[in-house]
């Protein structure tokens, strides 16, 4: 069994010490997660370090060392899958193990002695969790995330069961309420989140990249809650990269760079504005794009008749063929610096200094971060450490690519270099798999598509095939993107690919030809 093992800096270091030699002659493989003599560190970030190698998978247990055991243990539990429990003598840990499930238990160095301390590791690591109604108890977190707030507030018993209960529908989790969210999914933890917050019912909602991980459908319905409850008075801020969703829903944008407004005004005036989404990296709606497009070709959309409705092997053998990007780029960054994080695969890999460089080099030109080689990744934004962790991946050059949400909180710019690289990798005979919401992104890039609903397949064919599977596509809260959606009225014109430009020309050229 792997452990991994992390002390506060200025109360736990000696007990670490003795707890790492103890584990080490049991026959436990120990990861040492900090802190070390030589460099002061608080404990939340020890915290950090051992909670994300369990999380990760990479340790299957984790000891935790400060003071008295408790702040370490609340900064443990604040990632997603953790149950840290603090233990003072054999029965509390052997009741955090049987009982609760804990994954990692933290112990307090001023208040346990060395002794007690080794007696508490070694009663918890040979306790089972017995499951049956304490089973029951953990999976109940879901439902109780989101009431929590609603009974600090003091709100009646029975409103909030009603606020829980329309929380629930709305975000899709009425099926999900009993489950403890470490078996969710980043989409699914999101509703959750997104849940919280509705429930709230406040007078001014945030909503930052709120569907970024969401099914097509979901997000719509997300967004009608948003528009409903812009009607009933609420005022509405929306953080999104997603320009169909602003052309849909927003009555005013305000363009940003860097914390500088560039550009404010209503959203049919910002988008429509060619010049200016190019200028600033915006992308607007495929069917808008299409329109300025033929516009530009002499040709006003009123000359076209549609209404549009809604309608096996070892893990270090697998490395060298398959690299995986994590949907959260929390989960995967590890390294102290930008460079170190891209390097650490190859190097892991045995490959040559020279490639080594060579392959960092590419990487991080490709994905934008050459100036950031020094920068420590806590410190870039969620667009910048999503593209830290493709990086990592690319520069072990793999066979396959197995990339979870790759455009997650990236702007278009960022999401046509990812896909630009995707594509050239694929170009060089590597199989890339995607899971993603976005299906703008599918149907530009894709050439087979798996629909899974439940985690079952329902659909499995190539992209423009899917896409035609209307009433299926809804059953897993999909719906093809908007140019998909406007050309399947007219399928006397024959489309290689989906491209505006590409789409724009075959109508231009259709009409020209008098049909």
């Given at each position: 069994?792997?452990?991994?093992?992390?002390?506060?800096?200025?109360?736990?270091?000696?007990?670490?010490?003795?707890?790492?030699?103890?584990?080490?002659?049991?026959?436990?493989?120990?990861?040492?997660?900090?802190?070390?003599?030589?460099?002061?560190?608080?404990?939340?970030?020890?915290?950090?370090?051992?909670?994300?190698?369990?999380?990760?998978?990479?340790?299957?247990?984790?000891?935790?060392?400060?003071?008295?055991?408790i702040g370490i243990?609340?900064?443990?539990?604040?990632?997603?899958?953790?149950?840290?429990?603090?233990?003072?003598?054999?029965?509390?840990?052997?009741?955090?193990?049987?009982?609760?499930?804990?994954?990692?238990?933290?112990?307090?160095?001023?208040?346990?002695?060395?002794?007690?301390?080794?007696?508490?590791?070694?009663?918890?690591?040979?306790?089972?969790?017995?499951?049956?109604?304490?089973?029951?108890?953990?999976?109940?977190?879901?439902?109780?995330?989101?009431?929590?707030?609603l009974e600090n507030l003091g709100i009646p018993r029975e409103e909030i069961k009603e606020r829980l209960e329309r929380a629930l529908r709305l975000v899709h989790l009425e099926q999900y309420r009993n489950r403890?969210?470490?078996?969710?999914?980043?989409?699914?933890?999101?509703?959750?989140?997104l849940a919280t917050a509705l429930a709230m019912n406040p007078d001014i909602l945030i909503l930052d990249e709120a569907t970024s991980e969401i099914d097509p459908l979901g997000a719509e319905e997300i967004m009608a809650v948003a528009r409903e409850l812009n009607e009933m008075g609420k005022t509405i801020i929306m953080i999104e990269h997603n320009m169909e969703e602003m052309a849909l829903h927003a009555d005013r944008i305000i363009v940003l760079e860097d914390g500088v407004k560039l550009a404010e005004g209503p959203a049919k005036q910002i988008l429509a504005d060619k010049e200016m989404t190019a200028k600033l990296d915006l992308y607007p709606p495929e069917v808008t794009q299409l329109?300025?497009?033929?516009?530009?070709?002499?040709?006003?959309?009123?000359?076209?008749?549609?209404?549009?409705?809604?309608?096996?092997?070892?893990?270090?053998?697998?490395?060298?063929?398959?690299?995986?990007?994590?949907?959260?780029?929390?989960?995967?960054?590890?390294?102290?610096?930008?460079?170190?994080?891209?390097?650490?695969?190859?190097?892991?890999?045995?490959?040559?200094?020279?490639?080594?460089?060579?392959?960092?080099?590419?990487?991080?030109?490709?994905?934008?971060?050459?100036?950031?080689?020094?920068?420590?990744?806590?410190?870039?934004?969620?667009g910048e450490k999503q593209r830290l962790?493709?990086?990592?991946?690319?520069?072990?050059?793999?066979?396959?690519?197995?990339?979870?949400?790759?455009?997650?909180?990236?702007?278009?710019?960022?999401?046509?270099?990812?896909?630009?690289?995707?594509?050239?990798?694929?170009?060089?005979?590597?199989?890339?798999?995607?899971?993603?919401?976005?299906?703008?992104i599918v149907s530009l890039h894709a050439k087979r598509v798996v629909v899974l609903r439940l985690g079952e397949k329902i659909l499995d064919g190539p992209t423009e095939e899917v896409f035609r599977e209307t009433e299926m596509l809804k059953t897993a809260f999909i719906k093809a993107p908007q140019i998909f959606r406007l050309m399947s009225k007219f399928p006397e014109i024959k489309l290689e690919n989906y491209d505006v430009n590409h789409v724009a020309e075959a109508i231009y050229n259709h009409i020209k030809g008098g049909n």
């Open positions: 069994m792997k452990i991994a093992l992390g002390a506060d800096y200025y109360a736990g270091l000696t007990m670490k010490g003795i707890l790492h030699q103890y584990l080490q002659e049991k026959g436990y493989t120990v990861v040492d997660c900090g802190a070390r003599p030589d460099q002061p560190v608080d404990y939340p970030q020890i915290a950090v370090a051992v909670a994300k190698a369990v999380r990760s998978g990479e340790c299957e247990k984790g000891i935790l060392i400060c003071g008295t055991g243990g609340i900064a443990a539990n604040k990632i997603p899958g953790i149950i840290a429990a603090h233990c003072t003598d054999t029965y509390s840990a052997r009741m955090a193990a049987e009982h609760n499930n804990a994954n990692i238990i933290t112990l307090g160095e001023r208040i346990t002695g060395i002794e007690i301390a080794k007696e508490i590791v070694e009663t918890w690591l040979n306790s089972e969790f017995i499951g049956g109604p304490h089973q029951a108890c953990l999976e109940q977190i879901i439902e109780k995330e989101i009431v929590f707030p403890h969210p470490y078996y969710l999914s980043g989409g699914q933890r999101q509703r959750v989140v329109a300025l497009a033929l516009l530009k070709k002499g040709i006003e959309l009123d000359d076209i008749p549609v209404e549009l409705t809604e309608a096996e092997a070892k893990v270090s053998d697998l490395a060298h063929y398959i690299g995986y990007v994590f949907q959260n780029p929390e989960h995967q960054i590890f390294a102290e610096t930008v460079e170190e994080e891209v390097a650490f695969g190859p190097k892991n890999l045995g490959f040559p200094p020279e490639k080594i460089k060579a392959m960092v080099d590419r990487s991080l030109e490709c994905l934008g971060l050459a100036h950031h080689r020094e920068t420590p990744p806590f410190m870039l934004g969620r962790a493709v990086a990592s991946i690319l520069s072990m050059d793999p066979k396959v690519l197995i990339i979870d949400e790759p455009t997650t909180g990236l702007d278009w710019r960022e999401c046509v270099q990812v896909m630009e690289l995707v594509k050239e990798l694929n170009e060089r005979g590597h199989t890339i798999i995607m899971t993603t919401h976005n299906m703008s």
